[in-house]
Each structure stands twice: as structure tokens, then as C-alpha cells.
């Protein structure tokens, strides 16, 4: 793979502008630099033998054939020519006529072409200026990801001492009273249950598990996350995300729906939105950012 096509996919440039940029020069070669001469072999021909009805009969099928394209470079060799013609007959005034009309049509030709060639220049200019904007974005955004990711895989670590810490904790003491709890000390008891337990990597866990697991109100679940400033939605879904990122830190090779099923997420789809709300950023540009926050 070239050089050029490397940047354009490392920066994400849209692949129409790689085309552009080589098609412009073509078709500024092909259309700049003048139309293809007309053939006037058989005029010349019948002008050398002094044959000037022939001349001016091939002439005339020549430019009706062009109709009404008369901004065109054979448009004007045929007017020359009939300038020729006319001088070799005597007939000055004529030629002088023609001559003019060669010339003037010479010039809007010229005309013609440098609008065409400062058009040309001005698109690549601003094709160029774009593709420039296009990979400052991208490394705005790439160093942004890169940041991010550092950021994340800094938190993740914390995260990972904490579900340990909570998986350590020795479950063969008596059994709480879950009901005389205070807000504050179910939320401590319920936070520990689920990370120690990761109740959160089933899919199908939430408040209902925990009423019937603990004989809870939903009323008495709301009011313990909610003293914390979140919800027990929020709460599994910032569980599952956090431990999505360890599984990808800890294999970046895992393909990302498999990370979100093993993460408890039910579909890709839904992992890679919760994962971009969260982080500003999605689970493969996470992944793939991870050695660079190293």
C-alpha cells in the first residue's frame, strides 16, 4: 500500500477526494491546453492547387459539423485558412475580414482558457485546504481518543482493585438485616453484592433481582442509589462499561461484541452507544488507543 493511501485511511479523508485530486489535472490536460486541431489536410490540399471552391467545400462541411461550438481552436484554423484563401485571390478586404474574426476568436479562446486554468487552480486550492482541515480534525480527535483512553485505562485500574476488594470480602459471618439498614448502609451492602458477586454480568439482572433476592422494596432500592446521585440502572450499566474496558485492556484482540456480551450488554449495538455516551469515545477507538496510553 502506498504512502499516500495509508494517510488517507489513517485520517478517514473521504475517498472521493483522492479521485478528485487526480481526475483535476486530467481533465485540465485534456481541455485547457486547447481542443484537437482540425483536420484541413484535404482544404490545404485543394489550396495549394489553387482549387479554392474545393477548399472552401470541405471548410464548410467542417464547420457545419462543428454547429454551434465556434469557441474552439479548428474554428479559428478554419478562418485562417479562408484568409488565405482570400489573400491568394486578390481579394484583400476579405482576408483582412477574415483575419480579424481569426484573431478576435484567438483571443476569447485564450480568454476561455485561463478562466478555465484559474477555476482549476481555485478547486485544487480549495481541495486542498479541505483535505487539510479534514486531517487537522483528525488529529484533534485522535489525540482527543488518545487522551481519553489514558484517562480510562488510569480509571480502569483503580476499578479492577475495587471489584477485588470486594470480592475479598469474607461471606460466612451472620447475615445482615438488610430491612434495619439506613440508605447509606444499603447502598454499601448492595454495591459490594454486586461487584463481589458480579451480578451485574447477567444480562437479564436488575431491580427485580434484588427484590426477590433480598426481599426489598423498589421504593427502598431507589432511595438507597438516589442519597449516591444515581439510579441502579446508571449504577450496572457504569459496572458493566468499566468492566468492558478491563476485558479490552486486558486483550485488545477481543472482538468488541464479544466484550459486550461478556460484559452483560444483551447486543453490540447497545454496548457501543452506552460506551460513547459515557466516554466520548467507542469501544474500538478505546481499544485500539490503549498502547498509545501506555
Known sequence: MSLSSNLFRRFKVPGWVLPTLIAIPLIAGANGGGSKPIDTSAAREAFRNGDFATMRDELDILIRNLGRD????????????????????????????????????????????????????VI?????????????????????????????????????????????????????????????????????????KKLFLNPGFGRQTLMDDYSLSKEKIGKAFSAYGTSLPQFINTCRLEYACSLMKRDREMNVTVVASSSGFTTRESFSRSFKQQYALTPSEYRDNLGCAE
Open 124 to 196: 485544487i486550492i480549495m481541495l486542498v485546504f479541505f483535505i487539510a482541515r479534514i486531517i487537522s480534525d483528525q488529529e484533534a480527535i485522535m489525540k482527543k481518543n488518545e487522551a481519553l483512553s489514558k484517562l480510562l485505562a488510569e480509571s480502569t485500574g483503580y476499578k479492577e482493585k475495587e471489584y477485588q476488594e470486594a470480592e475479598d470480602i469474607p461471606d460466612d459471618g451472620p447475615a445482615p438485616d438488610i430491612q434495619a439498614m439506613t440508605s447509606e448502609e444499603l447502598y454499601s451492602f448492595l454495591h459490594t453484592e454486586i461487584l463481589g
Open 70 to 121: 465556434t469557441l474552439r481552436q479548428m474554428y479559428a484554423n478554419a478562418l485562417l485558412l479562408q484568409s488565405e484563401a482570400a489573400e491568394a485571390e486578390g481579394n484583400t478586404a476579405v482576408s483582412l475580414e477574415f483575419l480579424k474574426r481569426y484573431n478576435n476568436l484567438n483571443e476569447r479562446i485564450d480568454a476561455s482558457h485561463n478562466r478555465f486554468a484559474v477555476g482549476v487552480v
